[in-house]
């Protein structure tokens, strides 16, 4: 059974930082892109960072873009998101997901595997 399970989710002052993983377990996906999506209250589910099978590529969405980064360690078949100069609108419950289709690495359609989900709370 494929488990992906994320964390480090909290609450922090705007301008702090918070580190999120996902551990994936059940099967390997080092030769899968994967990603971090957000979900605001009331909002679609929206990209946030995409990172390629080796870890040489990534892409972010143009609002966390200098301010988040995205890792992974294929050995230990884990994802990160290090969150840095945190602002409110980063508030939202944040999903790590694997890309098992050809289309956009921006469309969430386009992952079969997702976690549960991480509430992160930025406060002003």
């Known amino acids: 059974q494929v488990q992906l399970v994320e964390s480090g989710g909290g609450s922090v002052q705007a301008g702090g930082s918070l580190r999120l993983s996902c551990t994936a377990s059940?099967?390997?996906?080092?030769?899968?892109?994967m990603a971090w999506f957000r979900q605001a209250p009331g909002k679609e589910r929206e990209f946030v960072a995409t990172i390629w099978w080796s870890g040489g590529s990534t892409d972010y969405a143009a609002s966390v873009k200098g301010r988040f980064t995205i890792s992974r360690d294929n050995a230990k078949n884990t994802l990160a998101l290090q969150m840095n100069s945190l602002k409110p609108e980063d508030t939202a419950v944040y999903y790590c997901?694997?890309?098992?289709?050809?289309?956009?690495?921006?469309?969430?359609?386009?992952?079969?595997?997702w976690g549960q989900g991480t509430q992160v709370t930025v406060s002003s």
């Open positions: 997901a694997v890309k098992d289709a050809v289309g956009p690495w921006t469309n969430p359609s386009q992952y079969g595997y």
């Open positions: 059940g099967r390997t996906f080092s030769r899968h892109v």
